[in-house]
């Protein structure tokens, strides 16, 4: 039932078409460290960065897709999509995501460069680990880590596969053997409702522009529902890290609702913990969420507003 | 009255940090032309595309900020902000957005480079003008066009200001000399209201992630909302062109209506005149869209998806 990241992988129809893309002349990224490891550059984008000056969550989780997708492309490991190598395309099985947690230690700003790696790994015996770590162009400081499962599912029953020896063949050699990036934050994230939220958002609709290629709302923008029910909280913190479990596709005519809950961390500083759900109650992301408190800039207003370098 | 576009300008507040910035390294642009056009090579990224396969006109719209952005920095015609050359600066005058104009051709897909042209010209004795021309990387087919008007601002009076001599002297070396790039349709875009609307959406209210660093709502995010009126539209049409005349700012506790009345052209297709209006019924964006058919693709589907190089 982990629908939501099909649609990302049917716009992957497709075979390289070009030979150099290895040297990565447009900053399309490149293949690194023995062909395992998928890196690319890019420039902060001015219409990238939000009320604090900053980049914001969705930026950086625009960022892991295009590279995600930018490294199956690369190394030519597409059938008729990328969640369909030749084996799993007669298979009729595709990789849909399950979880994604991302730790975030600094946003960056207009102009900067923000360099991506990423990597795939097993997860199990019929899983897909993808690891990705961001850092800052220049100086190499770590920006961001994020860490992500994959299921195999068949397109025709619906259901989750185990992956097929001959799948596990053309697979196996682009798998790094490395622990995880982000250590799993274990927790089980609790089942909410309006008795056990502090927040509840009703009425959520998809805009057109939420849309991707096949009607279903794009995983980037459930973030920002998630953070609808939380925006007092935007307004005096920093988001440090999420956590994303995807159990239901949405599609443009759902409504949403989005339910929070709000605890402290030992520090003191928020946690939250999120639902996204239709009319009919069915779940659509659980999640949480890290907060830390944002620094005072020299305006003296609650943005953050790095200043070296301007 | 014209503010929609003053935060925009506040983000250049720094001067050109990047000797090198003229090669164009990293994808960052370059002068060309002696020194009065400035180009950018954008590559199309994967959550840049829509249903369609396609980019959407907001992502056009981020590539004309972005350009132009790049261009005042790059050339350092920056006192304390993009707004304010030097003489600006010390008269408190700053650049605000009154008119924007853009015809698009064709849409490019993920993968593309499109290359995006920019220069500025006057525009009467006052005002400024910039254009745009956005082409395909490897073709040079024009995808669109487009053309916007400025008007100066004193930000203490908060009203229009005539340009000064010495603000003259400063900006007039960078002005092209030149027709507009797009034909200015004259035509004075009609008051609409409730009775001469055919689709009204009310309740439209910003997202945490539609705001800028001033908390005001970018420029680009009010094209979501004037198509949420026309949503029946952008199912079996395409966006040829719009026209946006900015009136008034909006922040984030605002509650927007969004009005929309449909005619059809000497072909056929449709043309809209849009109003975004505040609660108070204070005029935000008055606009006019113009649609031609979607071809139909391969799938049957409604989508537009081109397969050339796929």
């Known amino acids: 039932m982990f629908l939501a990241a099909e649609k990302q992988w049917?716009?992957?129809?497709?075979?390289?078409?070009r030979s150099d893309m290895l040297v990565d002349p447009f900053g399309?990224?490149?293949?690194?460290?023995?062909?395992?490891?998928?890196?690319?550059?890019?420039?902060?984008?001015?219409?990238e960065i939000g009320v604090d000056g900053t980049t914001s969550i969705e930026s950086f989780m625009n960022h892991l897709q295009e590279t995600a997708l930018n490294h199956a492309k690369t190394?030519?490991?597409?059938?008729?999509?990328?969640?369909?190598?030749?084996?799993?395309?007669?298979?009729?099985?595709?990789?849909?995501?399950?979880?994604?947690?991302?730790?975030v230690n600094r946003y960056p700003t207009w102009g900067d460069t923000v360099q991506v790696d990423t990597w795939v790994a097993a997860n199990g015996k019929n899983g897909m680990r993808r690891d990705w770590l961001v850092r800052d162009g220049n100086s190499g400081e770590t920006l961001a880590r994020a860490s992500s499962k994959w299921v195999m599912?068949?397109?025709?029953?619906?259901?989750?596969?185990?992956?097929?020896?001959?799948?596990r063949v053309e697979i196996e050699p682009y798998f790094m053997d490395c622990a995880p990036i982000v250590e799993e934050d274990g927790r089980k994230l609790p089942k909410l409702d309006e008795s056990t939220s502090d927040y509840v958002r009703n009425g959520l609709t998809?805009?057109?522009?939420d849309?991707?290629?096949?009607?279903?709302?794009?995983?980037?923008?459930?973030?920002?529902?998630?953070?609808?029910?939380?925006?007092?909280?935007?307004?005096?913190?920093?988001?440090?890290g999420i956590t994303l479990e995807y159990r239901k596709e949405c599609r443009k005519d759902n409504v949403l609702?989005?339910?929070?809950?709000?605890?402290?961390?030992?520090?003191?500083?928020?946690?939250?913990?999120?639902?996204?759900?239709?009319?009919?109650?069915?779940?659509?992301?659980?999640?949480?969420?890290m907060w830390?408190?944002?620094?005072?800039?020299?305006?003296?207003?609650?943005?953050?507003?790095?200043?070296?370098?301007?």
């Open 75 to 103: 190394v030519g490991l597409l059938g008729d999509g990328f969640g369909s190598t030749e084996a799993m395309s007669k298979r009729n099985l595709i990789w849909v995501v399950a979880r994604m947690q991302i730790l």
């Open 28 to 47: 399309l990224g490149k293949i690194v460290q023995d062909g395992l490891v998928f890196q690319q550059n890019f420039s902060i984008r001015s219409y």
């Open 211 to 240: 849309l991707d290629l096949n009607q279903h709302v794009n995983n980037v923008k459930y973030i920002g529902w998630i953070l609808e029910s939380s925006i007092s909280m935007l307004e005096n913190h920093e988001l440090a």
């Open 153 to 167: 599912m068949n397109t025709s029953t619906r259901k989750l596969s185990k992956m097929p020896d001959d799948v």
């Open 257 to 289: 609702q989005s339910l929070t809950a709000v605890s402290k961390d030992a520090k003191g500083w928020p946690e939250c913990v999120h639902l996204l759900r239709l009319d009919s109650g069915a779940e659509v992301v659980r999640g949480s969420t």
């Open 292 to 310: 830390r408190p944002k620094r005072i800039n020299n305006f003296g207003s609650v943005g953050r507003i790095p200043t070296d370098g301007m």
């Open 206 to 209: 998809p805009r057109w522009n």
């Open 10 to 17: 049917t716009l992957l129809d497709w075979k390289p078409r």
